[in-house]
C-alpha cells in the first residue's frame, strides 16, 4: 500500500510519455476524425515572432491540434455528452430528431419554413420570390431547346429531402411551426414540379412519396442524410431508362437481389459526424448488386453531371465509367471530378464541354433546388448565344457602375434579359460565332 503513490506517480508519468510520443512518431494507428479539419501547419521558430509572442501562440494551436491519442480523446468526450445529456457534439451540421433519427439542420428549415433565406438575400420580398424561380425555369427550358438543336440532351432530376419522406422523425418545433408549414410558402420543388415551362424534369420526389412505407428498406437510413444506397439504386435504374425516352442507348443492367450487409458509405454520414465512439443502434440496412448486363449499344454515351452529394451515393453503386463513355461530375458547378484536365468548372470550355457531351443531368434534391445549377443555366445560355467580348463587355459596364451595392453576378442573374436582349425571345436565335458557325 506504501508503493501505491509510487506506482501511480510512474503511471501517470508513463501515461504522457506515451501521449508526447504518440504525437511525435505516430507508434499506434487512430481512425482519424470525420468532417473538414482544416489542419495548423507547425510554425517556424524565429526571433522575431518569439519576441512578439506570435510563435508561442502559433505553437499552442498546433500541439492542441497534434497532440498524442487526441481522435480517441475527442471520441470518448463527445460520446459522454451523448450518453450523459443526449447531446448533438456538432449542432450546427447534425440535429437529433425523434428516436435518434439525425438530420442537417437545412433540411428540418427545409420541411417547417422552407430555404429561401439561405440563398437569397433578405431584402427579396416573399411576393418576388417566385419570379426568381419564373426566370430560372426559364431560361431552363431555352437551354434545353438550344442543346437539343446540337443534339445535346438536358433533363433536371428531382430528388426526395430526409424531411419529405421522414418528417415524423424530425425535432418537434412548436405549434407555430406547425402552423408554418401548413400556410407557408412553396418550396422550391413545388415550382420545379408544377412549372409550366417546357424543359425535362424527372420526379424521383413523386416517386418515393408513393413508395414511403411500403417497402421492406429504408429510402433513407436512421443516421445519415442521403439516399440510401439500395433506394438510390432503384431511383437511378428508373433515371437510367428515363434518359433513353429522348437520347441514345445505354448499356442495360440487372439488379440483384436485396441483402443486408454492413454500414456501406454514406448510410451513416451523420453519425459519423458526431465522431463518438460507439454508433447509434440502428436497422442493419439493406444493399442491391448492381452488374452490366447485355446487349451493350453500339456506342456508349457521354455524360455530364451538375448537382449536389446525392449523386456521389450512385457512384457508389453504379459503374458509371462503362456506362458512359466519358462522365463528368462539375460538383455544385465548381469543383470537377473524372476529368483529368480540369479540377475547377472555371477552367473549362463550356461551350466545347457541352457539344461534346449526350446528356446533362441537373441532379438536385429539395434543399438545393433553391439554387438549381448553381449558376451553369445563365452561364451556358449566355455563353451559347453571345461571344466571349460581348459579355465582357457587359460585366466591365456593371463593375463600373459603383452605385448599386449589388454584386455583378446578382444584377445580372435578375435583369439577365435586359442586358442580353436575344435572351428574352421565345426561342433565342442568336448564336455564339462558334455554334453559328458550326451550323452553317
Known amino acids: 500500500m506504501r508503493n501505491t503513490p509510487k506506482i501511480l506517480c510512474l503511471a501517470t508519468l508513463g501515461l504522457l510519455l506515451l501521449t508526447l510520443l504518440q504525437g511525435t512518431v505516430r507508434l499506434i494507428p487512430v481512425k482519424p476524425l470525420y ?7 507547425k510554425p517556424a521558430f524565429t526571433a522575431e515572432a518569439f519576441l512578439s509572442g506570435q510563435w508561442q501562440k502559433a ?47 437545412w ?60 418528417p415524423q422523425y424530425l425535432p418537434d418545433r412548436g405549434a407555430k411551426a406547425h402552423s408554418d408549414r401548413l400556410w407557408g410558402h412553396h418550396r422550391a420543388y413545388d415550382y420545379y414540379r408544377n412549372s409550366l415551362y417546357d424543359f425535362r424534369r424527372v420526379d424521383i420526389c413523386h416517386c418515393f412519396d408513393s413508395l414511403n412505407g411500403h417497402t421492406p428498406y ?20 428508373s433515371i437510367m431508362r428515363y434518359m433513353q425516352t429522348f437520347g441514345p442507348a445505354i448499356r442495360p443492367v440487372t439488379l440483384g437481389q436485396p441483402h443486408r450487409g454492413r454500414t456501406r458509405e454514406p448510410d451513416a454520414d451523420l453519425d459519423d459526424l458526431l465522431n463518438k465512439t460507439f454508433r447509434i443502434p440502428a436497422e442493419r440496412n439493406q444493399y442491391i448488386d448492381v452488374t452490366l448486363a447485355d446487349p451493350a449499344p453500339k456506342r456508349t454515351p457521354s455524360l455530364i453531371v451538375i448537382g449536389d452529394s446525392f449523386f456521389w451515393t450512385i457512384l457508389y453503386n453504379y459503374p458509371m465509367q462503362e456506362l458512359f463513355s466519358d462522365l463528368r461530375y462539375w460538383y455544385y458547378f465548381s469543383t470537377i471530378y473524372f476529368d483529368p484536365d ?10 466545347d464541354e457541352l457539344l461534346g457531351t449526350d446528356y446533362v443531368m441537373l441532379s438536385y434534391c429539395t434543399v438545393q433546388l433553391y439554387n438549381c445549377g448553381n449558376g451553369f443555366i445563365n452561364r451556358a445560355l449566355l455563353e451559347l448565344c453571345y461571344d466571349p467580348d460581348e459579355i465582357q463587355a457587359v460585366r466591365d459596364s456593371l463593375e463600373a457602375d459603383t452605385a448599386s451595392h449589388q454584386s455583378v453576378e446578382w444584377r445580372m442573374d435578375c435583369n439577365l434579359e435586359q442586358y442580353f436582349p436575344a435572351l428574352a425571345e ?6 455564339c460565332s462558334r455554334l453559328a458557325n458550326r451550323d452553317q
Open 59 to 105: 505553437t499552442d494551436q498546433y500541439l492542441k491540434e497534434h497532440h498524442g491519442f487526441r481522435e480517441p480523446a475527442i471520441r470518448l468526450y463527445n460520446q459522454y455528452l451523448w450518453t450523459a445529456y443526449h447531446r448533438s457534439t456538432n449542432p450546427g451540421s447534425v440535429v437529433i430528431g425523434q428516436q435518434d433519427y439525425l438530420f442537417e439542420p
Open 35 to 41: 468532417g473538414v479539419n482544416i489542419g495548423t501547419d
Open 218 to 237: 429504408l429510402l433513407f437510413t436512421k443516421t445519415g442524410t442521403h439516399w440510401s444506397n439500395i433506394a438510390c439504386t432503384y431511383a437511378f435504374d
Open 342 to 351: 480540369h479540377d475547377n468548372v472555371a477552367d473549362v470550355d463550356l461551350v
Open 426 to 431: 421565345s426561342f433565342p436565335t442568336k448564336r
Open 107 to 166: 433540411f428540418v428549415d427545409e420541411y417547417y419554413t422552407g430555404c429561401f433565406q439561405h440563398y437569397y438575400p433578405d431584402s427579396i420580398p416573399d411576393y418576388e420570390k417566385p419570379y426568381v424561380f419564373e426566370r430560372r425555369m426559364s431560361r431552363l427550358a431555352k437551354l434545353q431547346a438550344i442543346l437539343e438543336e446540337q443534339g445535346v440532351h438536358l433533363f433536371v432530376a428531382l430528388l426526395p429531402g430526409k424531411e419529405r419522406i421522414y
